[in-house]
């Protein structure tokens, strides 16, 4: 009979008891090891994503109904509404182009101001 060789926890190095596809000794070790693998790019998705979700709580609060409706620029900053980020875009045939943070969009107009929308699919 062939013995494999001994196996270790990924985190601390102990020797591993039990099934052929453990990988750690315990919970804590598991979670350890996870949140060092993820910590470097976690801060910097959580912030991007706490960004988009402010931009579109930003952009349902100024357009709670769903309808077409212009708002300024300087009103959209004063709520912290941060231009760059967003999820999508789309460009019409005559060359517009909606900016999306989610179902919420905007499209500039002239002198400083904002058409908002929702795109029509989401609703």
């Known amino acids: 009979m062939v013995k494999s060789p001994e196996k270790k926890c990924l ?3 102990d020797k591993l008891v039990g099934r ?5 000794c315990s919970d804590p ?3 350890s ?19 988009l979700r402010k931009n579109r709580r930003i952009l349902t609060e100024l357009n709670p109904t769903g309808k077409t ?6 009103k959209l900053l004063e709520k ?8 999508s875009l789309f460009t019409t045939k ?4 909606y900016k999306y943070c989610y179902e919420q ?6 002198r400083d101001y904002y058409l908002l929308v929702v795109k029509k699919d989401s609703l």
């Open 80 to 87: 912290g509404f941060d231009f760059s980020y967003l999820t």
């Open 20 to 24: 052929a596809d453990k990988k750690f």
């Open 33 to 51: 090891y996870n949140n060092k693998l993820n910590s470097d790019e976690t801060n910097y998705v959580r912030n991007v994503n706490n960004a």
């Open 105 to 110: 969009g905007y499209l500039e107009m002239d």
């Open 11 to 13: 985190e601390c190095g």
């Open 94 to 97: 005559e060359g517009k182009i």
């Open 29 to 31: 070790c598991r979670i």
């Open 69 to 74: 409706v212009s708002v300024s620029r300087q």
